[in-house]
């Protein structure tokens, strides 16, 4: 039995069958699990992503000349993003859309799929992205400068995908533990279905991913994450 299951059947108690020690003995054995989660999850992120960005340097390389080809604007669009217990850092993309495209969101905010009140904006043909942002947002090629982001530790390979400060500020107290664990490049509702999802059962997907983490699920997870950007589903 793990200690992940050990420390469950013990919350499930009577009070009265709680020694002090026992309490003890179940708090330092869930420490322990959850440190050494986090230990080999760390292993695993540095692991990959060190080696993934080595291997996708020519792949980079030939999407930021199609990029920069194609407007003569900025290979890369940084945005601040909110991490874990509401830091923010910096996070990069290979841009997709024009260069002002942040100045013009306002002008198609009714255009929201998920409405024109919602957290989050999404539109399938949204007129601000390029011809060359079209085909690597598909193939979710703009996402691979994160890979950097996971190897300083702003984010894990998989987790509640990093939110944008004006969302959280819109987030309901609910909304805000996804905030609880470090942002990850994929999750759950990033491999059933993507921009697809509404964003009520993004939060809750994460939610149900921070309950159950495990080594186990991050490699399920990270499995489902290559088939799923293979069909592009919900990627837009």
């Known amino acids: 039995m793990s200690s992940q299951t050990s420390h469950r059947l013990f919350l499930r108690l009577p009070l009265a069958r709680r020694s002090s020690r026992s309490l003890f003995v179940a708090r330092l054995a869930w420490r322990w699990h959850v440190c050494r989660y986090a230990s080999v999850k760390r292993a695993i992120d540095i692991a990959v992503a060190g080696i993934a960005l080595v291997m996708l340097a020519p792949l980079l390389a030939f999407v930021a000349c199609c990029v920069w080809l194609e407007d003569r604007g900025p290979v890369l669009f940084w945005q601040y993003r909110v991490g874990r217990h509401g830091r923010e850092f910096r996070f990069p993309k290979i841009r997709s859309m024009v260069v002002d495209a942040e100045r013009r969101l306002a002008d198609i ?44 530790g702003d984010m894990t390979l998989v987790g509640p995908r990093p939110p944008l400060p004006r969302e959280v500020a819109r987030y309901a107290p609910d909304d805000r533990l996804r905030l609880s664990v470090t942002p990850g490049l994929t999750c759950i509702w990033q491999v059933s279905g993507r921009a697809r999802i509404p964003f009520p059962e993004q939060v809750s997907m994460d939610l149900e991913y921070i309950r159950e983490r495990s080594i186990a699920l991050d490699l399920k997870l990270l499995c489902r994450t290559v088939p799923a950007v293979i069909r592009g589903q919900g990627a837009y």
């Open 109 to 152: 905010a009714d255009l929201n799929e998920h409405g024109a009140a919602g957290v989050t904006f999404k539109q399938l043909r949204d007129p601000r992205i390029t011809r060359v942002g079209r085909l690597i947002r598909r193939a979710s090629i703009d996402e691979l400068p994160q890979l950097w982001c996971v190897l300083t």
